[in-house]
């Protein structure tokens, strides 16, 4: 195993991962894999399949090449979660089917099925988004996708406009409405912790609620999937995955999806290939976009300067860190750092940034639908909250130029004139300026040049 076996100070799983994954080779089991079944006795781990298991292939020969691992397996092996259109599935094992898993010349490389949290740390003028819904959109026509912890589905901000719920939340042995790991259809989508509602307020509540704000797109339709418990928690990459895959599958129409959460673990840099958990996200990522959907993702809550989690770290994923929206006074996020003042357009002392995050957008404080009541408001700052501003911003865009792709969207956005830095850092990044990109997206192909035959603006 070469250069990995000298490694024996004991690190934490997201160092161990970001300092040794380098050293995982394709067809290997990760050591932190290793040590964990031999300290625990059995653990959830991520399988990637090896070649030709590819996510280009069909879903019956992927299925097909599933059933042939699951085959091999002793029986004492315990499927938790397989996909549709990702050459990937988790296991729980002991260590004679983690064995059986490094044996296997079916599998590419295994690694923990970790965990995460929502990005809550604890805009829409800044970021010009009301300058494109003054010009009429609103997102109608348009679906958003909300991967977080669900919503309050009687929440007058969101009425009418849920078309799709569902729900991927293994924690505890199933924290999903109906108690299970799995569920699908009516109030599976139901929310287990404030935050994915403030998220979902932002992204497309509507307005016209008294003491509620509206969001950026307040027509779009909405699916609202579950992946967090009630402390804002996953426990498992592999729900994130199922969530993406079921998305990709269910609803290939949705123009836009929002996941403000990550994993624990965090990456200098794309993340794509660094782990069977970040190969399975990207493979899912990557067929969202394909088929024309943007993926906005939160950049973490750490404070670091040179990293961000997963899927924030995904190539394809778009990553959002905060900036605040206004001076609000000296701002203190627990043990992660403390703000002495604040400025609008100031990054976030929490946002984590590395050289590949993709935009700033505001991000505290934001106040949105809250869960309170179907009334009801709350405000939180993160991450969390900037992500769902520019996938608002995004459905916004699709409405006014609905043959622009998710590479147009994003260049478009991050052309954006205004730029923010952290005090200390050499690297900018652009600041989401809606209507900016707006002006910088072509015209629908077919439209006269003013755009007027459709009702849109150049």
Not at 212 to 221: H, L, W, Y
Not at 258 to 263: D, E, P, V
Not at 406 to 422: C, D, L, N, W
Not at 450 to 457: D, K, M, Q, V
Request: negative net charge; contains cysteine; proline residues 5%.
């Amino acid at each position: 195993m070469e250069h990995r076996a000298v490694m024996r100070v004991r690190l934490g799983l997201g160092a161990w991962l970001l300092l040794s994954a380098v050293a995982v080779h394709a067809g290997e089991v990760s050591q932190a894999a290793t040590e964990a079944v031999a300290r625990e006795g059995e653990v959830r781990v991520m399988v990637t399949l090896a070649p030709p298991g590819d996510d280009g292939a069909s879903r019956a020969a992927l299925a097909a090449q599933v059933d042939a691992l699951l085959g091999d397996l002793p029986s004492g092996a315990r499927l938790a979660r397989r996909f549709e259109t990702v050459a990937a599935l988790a296991l729980v094992v002991d260590a004679t089917g983690l064995a059986a898993l490094a044996a296997s010349p079916r599998v590419e490389r295994v690694d923990l099925d970790v965990g995460g949290h929502g990005g809550l740390a604890q805009g829409l003028p800044l970021a010009r988004v009301d300058v494109v819904r003054a010009q009429g959109f609103d997102g109608a026509g348009t679906k958003v996708v909300v991967i977080d912890s669900g919503v309050r589905l009687d929440h007058l901000a969101f009425a009418g406009r849920v078309v799709g719920e569902a729900c991927f939340c293994s924690g505890g042995g199933g924290c999903c409405p109906n108690g299970g790991s799995t569920q699908t259809g009516p109030g599976s989508g139901a929310n287990s912790h404030p935050h994915g509602t403030n998220v979902a307020g932002i992204a497309v509540g509507a307005g016209g609620v008294p003491g509620v704000p509206g969001g950026a797109a307040g027509s779009a339709a909405i699916v609202t999937v579950r992946v967090l418990d009630a402390n804002n928690s996953f426990c498992c990459s592999s729900d994130v995955v199922a969530a993406l895959d079921w998305v990709r599958v269910n609803h290939p129409d949705a123009r836009v999806a929002n996941l403000s959460l990550g994993t624990v673990a965090r990456f200098a840099g794309d993340c794509d290939q660094v782990a069977s958990f970040t190969q399975a996200m990207a493979a899912a990522i990557n067929g969202l976009v394909a088929q024309g959907t943007t993926v906005t993702v939160s950049s973490g809550n750490n404070g670091s300067s040179v990293d961000m989690q997963a899927p924030a770290c995904i190539a394809n994923a778009l990553s959002v860190a905060a900036v605040y929206d206004a001076a609000v006074g000296s701002q203190s996020f627990g043990s992660v750092c403390t703000a002495p003042t604040t400025a609008a357009d100031q990054v976030t002392c929490f946002s984590n940034l590395s050289t590949s995050t993709d935009l700033a957008a505001p991000g505290a404080p934001i106040t949105a639908a809250g869960t309170s009541s179907p009334t009801g408001a709350s405000t939180f700052s993160g991450t969390s909250m900037a992500a769902p501003t520019v996938g608002g911003c995004a459905a916004l865009l699709y409405q006014a130029r609905p043959g622009a792709t998710p590479a147009e969207v994003e260049a478009a956005m991050k052309a954006s004139p205004t730029r923010v830095q952290r005090a200390g850092m050499t690297q900018d990044y652009p600041r989401l300026d809606c209507a900016d990109a707006l002006q910088r997206l072509p015209l629908t192909p077919g439209l006269f040049a003013n755009g007027f035959e459709s009702g849109a603006t150049p």
